[in-house]
């Protein structure tokens, strides 16, 4: 689903990403995981084609990155960009002019699921609910690859095995997708394989299933382990 070939990208004089490889599969939900200033962020600008300025290759469903992928991937941003002055009803709007994959009926039954008034504007909503609410928009399409960034990391820990099982509910099956998070213990149940990023290089891309029975841990408690200070 995605091929990343000897991808670079410097800036001024720092390295974010320093010849990356990876091949990830459909069918699977992939923990992007790394400390601060790791690469995470600069590699979901580039699948989502917010930067281009790179050497190397990215292919997605075998098309390089262009306005055809951007019809593949729904991208969940780790910050609100929805307006403040628009509601639910606004947003659900916008959506549908802009992805034709979008399903409104998924939509409204997610919001009453995770307790979302259609009518409230959002700069009435708390962070967390406008979270959910743009975690609910994401997961309302029907797309092939999902890539959320840091989705629960506004969310109270009461709230976060709802949008866990949000997540696990809405995709399907031949879809992929890609999480970032700082908070693994709270989400690493739902993974299928993790890339660890450090100063731009990977230095793990495994099964969880496999790091946790070679390493006898958790993904975070080897996680703490590699990125030791």
């Known amino acids: 689903m995605i091929e990343i070939t000897n991808v670079t990208k410097k800036y001024a004089n720092e390295t974010a990403l320093d010849d990356v490889n990876l091949t ?3 069918g699977k939900i992939i923990g992007l995981l790394g400390p601060n200033g ?3 962020t600069t590699l ?3 699948l989502n084609g917010l930067l281009r300025d ?4 990215v292919l997605i469903d075998g098309h390089k990155v262009d306005e ?3 019809g593949l991937v729904s991208y969940l941003p780790d910050r ?3 307006p403040n002055w628009t509601d639910a009803e606004g947003a659900i709007k916008m959506f549908k002019d802009m992805y034709a994959d979008f399903d409104e009926t998924k939509m409204r039954s997610l919001l009453e ?3 979302l008034n259609p009518k409230q504007k959002l700069k009435t909503m708390s962070k967390g609910m406008k979270e959910k609410f743009q975690l609910a928009l994401v997961m309302s399409r029907n797309a092939k690859i999902y890539i959320l960034d840091e989705p629960i990391g506004g969310v109270d820990p ?3 095995e709802l949008i866990l099982n949000t997540i696990l509910q809405n995709y399907a099956s031949d879809s992929l997708v890609l999480i970032s998070t700082h908070l693994i213990a709270d989400i690493e149940q739902i993974f299928d394989s993790v890339i660890f990023l450090k100063e731009g290089k990977v230095v793990l891309h495994d099964d969880v299933d496999s790091v946790r029975t070679k390493q006898g841990m958790s993904i975070e408690e080897y996680f703490k382990e590699v990125f030791r200070c």
């Open 80 to 82: 609100t960009y929805l």
């Open 38 to 40: 790791s690469g995470k």
């Open 113 to 115: 699921k995770l307790n």
């Open 44 to 46: 979901i600008k580039i």
């Open 158 to 160: 009461a709230a976060r």
């Open 54 to 57: 790179y050497t190397g290759e």
């Open 24 to 26: 990830l599969s459909a």
């Open 68 to 70: 055809h992928t951007k």
